[in-house]
């Protein structure tokens, strides 16, 4: 991943609005005592939220599969295949999730 000029944590969205083709997502953070705090807006053409949806819902695919493969590695199950398949790949930490890694 290459580095990027501005990085902002959100943990929400506190709005979105669309005027003129382009979707405006007002970006949170959850600040003192709970309540919402905007700290940025994500501007994207309408035309390019399908794209950019299908890549968040792509992203939490992978990341339930690897939730899902973590929890059935801790738990002991029946007997392992004869052959099973192979995981290559950089290992990442535990918790750790790079978007588009098939391991």
Request: with cysteine.
């Amino acid at each position: 991943m290459t580095a990027t000029a501005n990085m902002i944590f959100a943990d929400g969205m506190s709005d979105i609005a669309i005027a003129n083709g382009v979707a405006r997502i007002t970006l949170a953070q959850t600040g003192a005592e709970g309540k919402t705090v905007p700290v940025a807006q994500l501007c994207v053409p309408v035309t390019q939220l399908p794209a950019l949806a299908n890549g968040l819902v792509q992203m939490l695919k992978q990341l339930q599969e690897k939730a899902q493969a973590a929890a059935a590695a801790a738990v002991p199950t029946a007997p392992q295949q004869e052959n099973p398949p192979q995981l290559g790949g950089p290992t990442l930490s535990p918790g750790a999730f790079r978007f588009g890694d098939k391991n």
